[in-house]
């Protein structure tokens, strides 16, 4: 397997685990969010902007746009929050 797709199914392992907290389990996302890219798309966004390990992934809301937060140890130990436009999937 290669190294990409590895480190792709742990960044989706870890998402799809028991980290979600009572309060957001139940809080329903924007419409945008559930319509345009998933959480897990986000993920493996700011995974391959990095090419680190994703830690957390929250949605955010900027003004009027939906936003995925997405924290990420870097290769070189640095912790880094990246902001993934929910609607497009870029970088914001």
Same mark, same amino acid.
């Given at each position: 397997?290669k190294?990409?797709? &590895?480190a792709l199914?742990?960044?989706?392992?870890? $998402?799809s685990?028991?980290?979600?907290?009572?309060?957001n389990?139940?809080?329903?996302? #924007?419409?945008? %969010?559930?319509?345009? @890219?998933?959480? =897990?798309?986000a993920a493996a966004?700011?995974?391959r902007i990095? !090419?680190? +390990? %994703? $830690?957390? %992934?929250?949605h955010?809301r900027?003004g009027?746009?939906? @936003?995925? +937060? %997405?924290?990420v140890?870097t #290769?070189? !130990?640095d912790v +880094?929050v &990246?902001?993934i =436009?929910a609607e497009t999937?870029? #970088?914001?």
């Amino acid at each position: 397997m290669k190294p990409a797709t &590895i480190a792709l199914a742990s960044a989706l392992l870890l $998402l799809s685990g028991t980290g979600a907290s009572a309060d957001n389990a139940s809080a329903p996302l #924007p419409q945008l %969010v559930k319509a345009g @890219l998933s959480k =897990d798309d986000a993920a493996a966004a700011a995974q391959r902007i990095t !090419g680190g +390990r %994703v $830690l957390s %992934v929250e949605h955010h809301r900027q003004g009027d746009k939906d @936003l995925w +937060r %997405v924290k990420v140890l870097t #290769p070189g !130990g640095d912790v +880094r929050v &990246i902001y993934i =436009d929910a609607e497009t999937g870029n #970088p914001a």
